[in-house]
């Protein structure tokens, strides 16, 4: 069966990684993720694997490609395909009817759900709502925290590769299911980034490995400037006085990496970034995170 892929950021690169046969063609564009690292990544994949790769402005011009190929399979994509609707497979992840929308992911691993899921979807043509269709396909796997968006998104990718798999081997057939008792998972900004020091060290630590790679980071203010987080650990807690007050206050530095009070217990900052994606020295204790 000849297939394609229409594929962006992490997920699609790994998606691509772990394929057992080569796409006809890939299309491809930057997401933004990494400051475009991994789109260069999937690029360079094609390169090596001598695969066909295209933007996405060129898809106008593969219409008669397209028409020769069995299925299009989209990981990451974030604009609507007019044509072909036949062919179309799109990858959701989370267990539909969960979590339709955006940024599922990311709101499993906040509300800190067991297990994250996957799906192969064919979406009905005159569908209002998001990730609406009939289904190829879905999957649950178990996880554990603290555990990484990277990590998180590495297992969604691999869930999507046996259901390619499946779809490819066993010419699978979508079927119908109950979506009246879906939920949604909302858009994020950068409000939604920003983490709240009142709260306890291992909230704050799985927000901050939730919005981690391939994402900037949790955001936080730094002095007069904003910053990113990417990575934490969890210190032993001490007894503050008036420890509401102090909360986001860095109790001391160790190797250029600050231990900051939380609302319950202490997290030592390992790794942050400014807007340009330049390092934090941290140097000066008497400074709150806001």
């Not at 094609?46 to 989209?74: A, H, M, P, W």
């Not at 297990?115 to 979406?123: D, S």
């Amino acid at each position: 069966m000849n297939f394609v892929v229409m594929a962006t950021g992490y997920k699609g690169l790994r998606f691509l990684q772990g394929l057992n046969l080569n796409p006809v063609f890939v299309v491809s564009y930057d997401n933004g993720e990494a400051r475009g690292l991994y789109h260069k990544l999937i690029e360079k994949y094609c390169v090596d694997k001598g695969i066909r790769l295209y933007k996405k402005k060129n898809l106008k011009q593969l219409t008669d490609e397209v028409s020769k190929v069995d299925k299009i399979f989209l990981i990451g994509w974030q604009y609507l395909l007019r044509r072909h609707h036949d062919k179309l497979v799109v990858f959701h992840d989370s267990y539909l009817p969960e979590r339709r929308g955006f940024s599922p992911t990311v709101c499993a691993l906040l509300s800190e759900e067991k297990y994250l899921g996957a799906t192969a979807l064919k979406p009905h043509q005159d569908a209002t709502q998001p990730d609406f269709g009939d289904v190829y396909c879905r999957m649950k796997t178990d996880i554990e925290y603290p555990i990484t968006l990277k990590k998180s998104f590495e297992i969604v990718a691999s869930m999507y590769v046996k259901m390619c798999n499946d779809i490819l081997k066993n010419n699978l057939q979508p079927f119908e299911i109950d979506f009246s008792t879906s939920s949604f998972s909302l858009w994020r900004d950068k409000d939604d980034m920003r983490l709240d020091w009142s709260q306890s060290a291992k909230q704050i630590l799985n927000k901050i490995f939730a919005l981690g790679e391939p994402y900037d980071g949790a955001l936080t203010t730094y002095g007069q400037q904003e910053i990113h987080i990417q990575e934490a650990e969890l210190m032993e807690d001490l007894f503050f006085n008036s420890r509401a007050e102090h909360c986001g206050k860095i109790w001391k530095i160790s190797e250029n990496q600050p231990i900051v009070v939380c609302g319950e217990g202490l997290l030592k900052i390992k790794r942050a970034t400014n807007s340009s994606g330049d390092a934090i020295a941290f140097k000066n204790i008497r400074r709150k995170f806001k």
